[in-house]
């Protein structure tokens, strides 16, 4: 199975300051026709998961810009340009490469 | 717009079987992946499993033992059963829609099930 580690996993930010999660998989996350299905889930309290970026970089439906992915191989980052109220929850890099699909540990964001 | 609805009872007994419904509203099942994700309270995210539209499943290795994922496309519904549960499978338990090489990109409102006597 291949293991998603998040980093930080708890991380206290200014409103209006910038944010960044990292995620880094046990083994490369490149598919023989060189995509890389990574994807990011934020989970507001009390609501289910929601999905925010796929494919490292692309954003999802209705997904504001300032969300935005990065990375290649085994390791990733999502980055929050200006951190809004809305924005606190927890946060989780996830897989859909190879069954089983697995998740980071999530990382909480709140704020400071 | 698509709609997932979890069903089932909020108690099970240990060494019971626990079993879900997720019922589609807003959409088809056909191309896609559906999927069971479960959370423990106050923990993060566990996939348990997922069934293609055509009847194919994957299972999480740690469950695989218990978990059955069926679907029912007459009925747009798929479901969970997860047998000789414990009080460690008490979770909140979603459903899912999932797009192969994008993710889950539909949640149902997820179900707490509790595993207690």
């Known amino acids: 199975d291949i293991v998603m580690t998040q980093t930080p996993l708890f991380s206290p930010v200014t409103l209006g300051q910038p944010a960044s999660i990292s995620c880094r998989s046990s083994?490369?996350?490149?598919?023989?026709?060189?995509?890389?299905?990574l994807t990011w889930l934020q989970q507001r309290p009390g609501q289910p998961p929601r999905l925010l970026i796929y494919?490292?970089?692309n954003r999802f439906s209705g997904v504001p810009d300032r969300f935005s992915g990065s990375g290649a191989g085994t390791d990733f980052t999502l980055r929050i340009s200006r951190l809004e109220a809305e924005d606190v929850g927890t946060y989780y890099c996830t897989h859909v490469t190879q069954f089983p699909y697995t998740f980071g540990q999530g990382t909480k964001l709140e704020i400071k | 717009q698509v709609q997932l609805q979890e069903s089932g009872p909020g108690l099970v007994k240990p060494s019971e079987t626990l079993s879900l419904t997720c019922t589609l509203s807003g959409g088809s099942m056909n191309g896609y992946y559906w999927s069971w994700i479960r959370q423990p309270p106050g923990k993060g995210l566990e996939w348990i499993g997922c069934?293609?539209?055509?009847?194919?499943?994957n299972y999480n290795p740690s469950l695989k033992s218990r978990v059955t994922i069926s679907v029912d496309t007459s009925k747009s519904q798929f479901s969970l059963e997860l047998n000789s549960v414990t009080a460690a499978d008490t979770a909140v338990y979603y459903c899912a829609r999932v797009v192969p090489g994008i993710g889950p990109d539909y949640w149902g409102q997820g179900t707490l099930v509790t595993v207690s006597s």
């Open positions: 083994q490369s996350l490149v598919l023989s026709n060189g995509n890389t299905h």
């Open positions: 494919d490292i970089s």
């Open positions: 069934i293609y539209y055509t009847g194919s499943t």
